[in-house]
């Protein structure tokens, strides 16, 4: 019975199917050491049938990555509403759940695992980026950046992940801490570009103007002040 | 006369000639684009005689980032004299003239060429950034660092390394300026955690004392202050 199911399956049925089995085996443990034997077995078909449908480890490694890194590019989707600072921390706990859900798999990608270099796995990783960098421009309401803004956002996005990577590697830090910590590092980091450039200070005073007196960059800016006095 | 000169260049000599030739092409143009055809052309031997010394083209270009990686780590070294944000500067001074010598093939090889994923090229890259961690570490006279101030270490060095890609790409805005920013960064990033956390407080209290008043630390709290009011 299940067999004749199994065998109605169509062909990008199946594939969808093989592809999340892997996804699931390549979040849970580095991708090099999940063997197609594994993902036939996990799939419960044989493994020839597993290269019927992908060619190899790498084209199923690589749809995997396309399915976790637009299921991630869809978590940085955020109403347009509301104090910037509080958008941002919302992102920033799907974001940490995704990681969460996939630690040993992003570790093994970020880090460079042996898929890393395909030019597919790359324009992956970059597409996910500029996804985060685009809902960035467009929740500070900026059509056409400054190389300043430009570099802060994009500078802070790989901030994010190599702080998402170094709570993988042991979770000594609350994640939620660093959601938190991840929000005022952005406004940090825009004010240290807007401590030197006009433009860029005229930008975040804008923002700065409709964030809360309780809410995170003011709370950052008084925290900051008592430090220095 | 000068074949007669090259015959007597010994095996390690060659080996270094080689990888200075390599390195210098590497470092001009992307790695991808560069031939071995061309790297024996620019030493004046045949293709078979560079294969004689390097088996591929991989191992000549891992010998060459070996050569490169010594390079910038030796530029992380600083006299412990003289206030911290001041030799931290000084350091950002000789990490960006480095890129801008190894522009191309540092973008490369960052941006995951054809040769990332290799475990030689990933050690390599990790060495630097643990000697650049130690290196921070000791100006900060801490043995035992507690978790969060490892955070901010090393995504600073990560925010380091991405700021230093976003300006090659263009070079839009004065190297001098972000040379001083990353300073402030490190800085910035330092406060947003001792902000949440007593032992980070404390910490940055030590450091900040030693800081001159027209420092660049005291200058950007005075700037962010100004920002916010």
Same mark, same amino acid.
Request: no cysteine; charged share 25%.
């Given at each position: ?38 993902? /036939? ?32 590019? /869809? &978590? ?13 921390? &919302? ?23 042996? /898929? ?6 790359? +324009?992956?990783?970059? /597409? ?42 042991? &979770? ?15 406004? +940090?980091? +825009? ?39």
């Amino acid at each position: 019975m299940t067999t004749g199911v199994r065998r109605r399956m169509g062909v990008e049925e199946r594939r969808q199917q093989l592809i999340g089995v892997a996804l699931e085996l390549f979040s849970r443990r580095s991708p090099d050491e999940v063997s197609i034997d594994e993902i /036939a077995s996990a799939a419960g078909i044989s493994r020839p049938l597993v290269y019927h449908y992908f060619p190899g480890k790498l084209s199923l490694y690589e749809a995997a990555l396309k399915r976790a890194s637009d299921d991630l590019a /869809a &978590r940085f989707v955020e109403p347009r509403e509301g104090p910037l600072g509080a958008r941002l921390l &919302r992102v920033m706990g799907r974001f940490f759940d995704f990681v969460d859900e996939h630690g040993p798999g992003f570790s093994a990608l970020m880090r460079g695992g042996p /898929a890393v270099g395909s030019s597919t796995t790359n +324009a992956l990783i970059d /597409a996910v980026r500029q996804a985060a960098y685009v809902q960035i421009l467009s929740h500070l309401d900026v059509q056409d950046p400054p190389a300043r803004l430009e570099l802060v956002i994009r500078s802070w996005i790989s901030l994010a992940e190599s702080t998402a990577l170094i709570w993988l590697d042991g &979770r000594r830090i609350p994640r939620a801490e660093l959601e938190k910590q991840l929000v005022h590092d952005f406004a +940090a980091l +825009a004010a240290v570009s807007a401590a030197y450039d006009e433009e860029m200070g005229a930008l975040l005073r804008r923002i700065l103007k409709d964030e809360p007196a309780d809410g995170p960059f003011a709370d950052l800016v008084g925290r900051i002040v008592a430090l220095a006095s």
